[in-house]
């Protein structure tokens, strides 16, 4: 198994609070990438990472920000969380190189009331 | 709009059999294209992938069909086993630098005894 861990796995907050999901990887691999799933919709790209410092939006990127300061760490912020981002967060990782799969953590589900 | 989509939201199949899993997809511009299984509270696990160079790859039980001028992808599961029961997703990109990946709704495969 690829060797990414997400911190927390569970978290329950209020609605306009800030959260900050973590995803730690031991691969060394360049590209890191946050996704969101929820029912009816499969996974959905917020933002993702190709290098330190270097990040942009994916499909579904309003309301979140992202921030990579070692290749390792990769953490997404939910600056005032609202309802519609209760959801299951998985972090992606995958290497340098075409055909090169993503590997995924085992996810953080978030509840905002 | 559903640039990937997986129009059917669950499949029975008795252990032993075939399992067929479908999926289409509307972007002319994906050329590679993934299908990974999810168990419940875990994240995705990469299955197996195909460029748009070829129609065809193979992987132990696990084979997947690309039919570039219908936008059709499939993935055939032989011998079906009882621990192929999860859901499946498909999802496509296109190849080079970082992969956003575009995921369909997902099929519930269950293989019953």
């Known amino acids: 198994d690829a060797g990414i861990t997400q911190s927390p796995r569970h978290k329950v907050t209020e609605t306009g609070t800030p959260v900050t999901l973590r995803c730690h990887q031991t691969?060394?691999?360049?590209?890191m990438y946050w996704y969101r799933q929820d029912p009816g919709h499969g996974l959905r790209l917020i933002h993702y990472?190709?290098?330190?410092?270097?990040?942009d939006k994916g499909e579904v990127s309003d309301g979140y920000s992202v921030s990579r300061s070692k290749t390792e760490d990769f953490l997404l912020t939910l600056e005032s969380a609202t309802s519609s981002q209760t959801s299951v967060y998985f972090c992606?990782?995958?290497?340098?190189?075409?055909?090169?799969?993503?590997?995924f953590g085992d996810g953080t589900r978030l509840s905002i009331l | 709009d559903q640039q990937v989509k997986q129009n059917s939201p669950s499949l029975s199949v008795q252990e032993g059999r075939i399992s067929i899993l479908n999926c289409d997809y509307t972007?002319?511009?994906?050329?590679?294209f993934l299908w990974y299984k999810k168990y419940p509270a875990e994240g995705p696990t990469f299955l197996i992938s195909i460029s748009s160079i070829k129609d065809k790859n193979e992987d132990g039980r696990f084979t997947v069909f690309l039919n570039k001028s219908a936008k059709h992808l499939s993935l055939h599961i032989v011998p079906s086993q009882p621990g192929d029961s999860a859901v499946y997703f498909c999802a496509a990109s296109a190849i080079g630098g970082a992969q956003k990946l575009v995921f369909g709704q997902g099929t519930r495969l269950t293989i019953n005894p």
């Open positions: 691969e060394n691999h360049r590209y």
């Open positions: 990472s190709y290098g330190v410092k270097d990040t």
């Open positions: 992606a990782i995958s290497e340098w190189g075409d055909e090169q799969p993503q590997h």
């Open positions: 972007n002319s511009m994906f050329d590679y």
